[in-house]
């Protein structure tokens, strides 16, 4: 179990630097979809937490489970609300058209 922490704890802080590093390069037109990918990965995130939650193998992960599954759904629903208004940014006014 320790090496296996271990590696864990080394893929996590890799994958924060990588993270950082990509997101910083992104230049600001490309952030509306960036987004929109994100909340894709979100929604793979909250199936993964609703298989731990209902996996039952002890009482801790099911409860981890259920906490991972709220705050998924949090960033889902987000998510979504930013890019739908990021969106409408976009859109012409049907007043000025006319």
């Known amino acids: 179990m320790g090496a296996s922490l271990v590696t864990s704890l080394t893929i996590f802080v890799l994958a924060i630097f990588v993270g950082f590093e990509v997101i910083t390069k992104v230049p600001p037109l490309l952030h509306t979809p960036l987004m929109s990918g994100s909340n894709a990965i979100s929604g793979i995130t909250l199936v993964g937490s609703l298989i731990s939650a209902g996996a039952g193998m002890t ?40």
């Open 59 to 98: 009482a801790l992960s099911t409860g981890l489970g259920t906490l991972a599954v709220i705050f998924a759904t949090i960033n889902v629903v987000g998510g979504f609300k930013v890019t739908d208004r990021m969106l409408e940014m976009f859109k012409q006014d049907k007043k000025k058209k006319k």
